[in-house]
């Protein structure tokens, strides 16, 4: 067998092992935001992670009507935090000054999800738990079970650890899935795509 047959024979495992009641009720939860709470969406990612939160962001606010935020798409002032007060707090601080409330939801991405003890994605942790004290929604599309997002979000699709060499492209290439088909949901989609 082929590398790339291996790979994909991954990516079906996966796909058919994804846990798709958890996946409508992430479909429940940005529809409530928008529809009922009248609230945002912060999407919030490192590395892969954060290219895929820009992404979601325009599929959320043109397909959904949802209004939605990635920190990370403001480079400007993700560097000057960085650089005077370290990345620990860059989306806990962006997700202050937009007075984030319980009417919003905080979408994390990301492949671990962040972890205190190794001292991993600690701006994630950050933000979530700022999110806890303003009661907002907290969800998530991550790859580890064992993760502070995983275990600590009101929701959260843990894409299946298939093969554990390949967590972090399987992780992040299943985030796009995960968010098309929350942006192509009846719930969600209010406008059609081009093609």
Same mark, same amino acid.
């Given at each position: ?15 058919? #092992? ?10 429940n939860t940005l529809a409530n935001?928008?529809?009922?709470? $009248?609230?945002?969406? &912060? ?7 954060? %290219? /895929?939160?820009?992404?979601? +962001? ?5 397909? @959904?009507?949802? $209004? ?8 400007? $002032?993700? #560097?000057?935090?960085? /650089?005077?007060?370290? &990345? ?18 905080i979408f994390i991405l990301s =492949? ?7 001292? =991993?994605?600690? %701006?994630?942790? !950050? ?6 004290? !303003? ?9 580890? #079970? ?9 929701? @959260?699709? +843990? ?5 554990p060499k390949r967590v972090t ?11 098309? @088909? ?11 795509? !081009?093609?």
């Amino acid at each position: 067998m082929s590398f790339s047959d291996l790979y994909f024979n991954e990516v079906i495992d996966i796909a058919s #092992s994804i846990n798709t009641e958890k996946v409508e009720t992430l479909a429940n939860t940005l529809a409530n935001t928008r529809d009922v709470s $009248e609230g945002r969406v &912060f999407i919030l990612g490192v590395g892969g992670s954060a %290219g /895929n939160a820009s992404h979601m +962001v325009n599929d959320l606010r043109k397909l @959904c009507a949802i $209004e939605a935020y990635a920190p990370t798409d403001n480079v400007s $002032e993700l #560097s000057a935090r960085t /650089n005077d007060e370290g &990345f620990d707090t860059v989306f806990e601080e962006y997700l202050r000054i937009s007075k984030l409330n319980y009417k919003d939801t905080i979408f994390i991405l990301s =492949v671990g999800g962040g972890d205190e003890d190794r001292n =991993v994605s600690v %701006g994630l942790i !950050k933000a979530i738990k700022y999110a806890r004290s !303003k009661d907002a929604s907290i969800v998530g599309i991550v790859g580890k #079970s064992d993760g502070y997002t995983a275990n600590n979000a009101d929701v @959260c699709v +843990v894409v299946p650890p298939i093969e554990p060499k390949r967590v972090t492209p399987h992780s992040e290439a299943f985030q796009a899935v995960v968010w098309h @088909c929350l942006v192509s949901h009846p719930k969600l989609q209010i406008h059609q795509t !081009k093609w």
